[in-house]
């Protein structure tokens, strides 16, 4: 059995990872990938069966990250629990790399090519139809909610009774194009997703106590699990906190070192 995960000191250095390859040749989705950054931790090191030596094991648990752009907060939290060495991540983007923008099956851990919102929740309701004796996580962007597959496959979810699924809403409020009220409104969220037939838990996404409890909580017999995860856009860089110019990135290296200095900063307030 692994030794008990340091949950925070993880997320720190997802953190960093993320920032250095926001420093790539390409950049990353910045925002999007630091809000992300607790969900994942708690999911990949303290809720869900898996083996890294065995990505393909059958049994295990799922996880389709149908926030696709999210990528680059997947391939550090896979690299920190031992799918692939860390040193991988500075191949990030560069010709050849299997780590792409957006995740495929090439990179261990990963299940699904996912990128085209809107699809992943029905991706998951087939992995959890398909064997019911294992958890299936489908976390997804609060923007892609606006889109009508999501909704289809949700009440399939729920007709189906797929008790072993839950949908992690990363709920930043923000989109590409500005908060996510003011393109499409989504609230009453908790309601709307209660009215499809799911459970509701809303939880802060960046506490891992209540990330925890809601992950692990049995549900109710038969009824799909929905946790709304409210969390920051671009997480750990109060400069560009809460704004729609930390949705993608391409930064320098100046940048990328002021960043870092940030994060690390806040890593060393943290254990004092």
Same mark, same amino acid.
């Given at each position: 059995?692994?030794?008990?995960?340091?949950?925070?000191?993880?997320?720190? +250095? @997802?953190?960093?990872?993320?920032?250095?390859?926001?420093?790539?040749?390409?950049?990353?989705?910045?925002?999007? #990938?630091?809000?992300?950054?607790?969900?994942?931790?708690?999911?990949?090191? /303290?809720?869900?069966?898996?083996?890294?030596?065995?990505?393909?094991?059958?049994?295990?648990?799922?996880?389709?990250?149908?926030?696709?752009?999210?990528?680059?907060?997947?391939?550090?939290?896979?690299? /920190?629990?031992?799918?692939?060495?860390?040193? /991988?991540?500075?191949?990030?983007? +560069?010709?050849?790399? +299997?780590?792409?923008?957006?995740?495929?099956?090439?990179?261990?851990?990963?299940?699904?090519?996912?990128? #085209?919102?809107?699809?992943?929740?029905?991706?998951?309701?087939?992995?959890?139809?398909?064997?019911?004796?294992?958890?299936?996580?489908?976390?997804?962007?609060?923007?892609?909610?606006?889109?009508?597959?999501?909704?289809?496959?949700?009440?399939? #979810?729920?007709?189906?009774?797929?008790?072993?699924?839950?949908?992690?809403?990363?709920?930043?409020?923000?989109?590409?194009?500005?908060?996510?009220?003011?393109?499409?409104?989504?609230?009453?969220?908790?309601?709307?997703?209660?009215?499809?037939?799911?459970?509701?838990?809303?939880?802060?996404?960046?506490?891992?106590?209540?990330?925890?409890?809601?992950?692990?909580?049995?549900?109710?017999?038969?009824?799909?699990?929905?946790?709304?995860?409210?969390?920051?856009?671009?997480?750990?860089?109060?400069?560009? /906190?809460?704004?729609?110019? #930390?949705?993608?990135?391409?930064?320098?290296?100046?940048?990328?070192?002021?960043?870092?200095? @940030?994060?690390?900063?806040?890593?060393?307030?943290?254990?004092?």
């Amino acid at each position: 059995m692994d030794p008990p995960a340091d949950l925070p000191e993880i997320a720190h +250095r @997802v953190r960093e990872h993320i920032v250095g390859m926001c420093a790539g040749p390409e950049g990353g989705h910045l925002g999007g #990938s630091m809000s992300l950054v607790e969900v994942l931790t708690v999911l990949y090191f /303290e809720v869900m069966r898996i083996d890294p030596c065995r990505p393909g094991a059958p049994g295990r648990d799922i996880l389709v990250l149908s926030k696709g752009h999210g990528a680059i907060c997947l391939y550090a939290v896979l690299a /920190e629990r031992g799918f692939f060495p860390v040193a /991988e991540l500075a191949e990030y983007a +560069r010709p050849g790399s +299997r780590l792409m923008g957006h995740p495929t099956r090439a990179v261990p851990g990963v299940e699904m090519p996912t990128g #085209s919102l809107g699809h992943g929740l029905a991706l998951t309701n087939g992995f959890a139809l398909a064997d019911p004796d294992r958890r299936c996580f489908a976390v997804m962007g609060d923007g892609e909610l606006q889109e009508g597959a999501v909704w289809e496959a949700a009440m399939a #979810s729920a007709a189906l009774r797929l008790g072993n699924l839950t949908a992690v809403v990363d709920r930043n409020d923000l989109q590409i194009t500005g908060p996510t009220e003011d393109a499409i409104g989504l609230e009453p969220l908790a309601a709307r997703w209660r009215s499809f037939g799911w459970s509701v838990r809303e939880v802060d996404g960046h506490d891992f106590g209540a990330l925890r409890e809601a992950l692990t909580r049995d549900g109710e017999e038969g009824r799909p699990v929905a946790v709304i995860a409210h969390t920051v856009k671009g997480r750990g860089l109060p400069s560009i /906190e809460a704004t729609t110019r #930390s949705h993608y990135a391409r930064l320098s290296g100046r940048q990328a070192e002021r960043s870092l200095a @940030v994060l690390r900063a806040r890593r060393r307030r943290a254990v004092s």
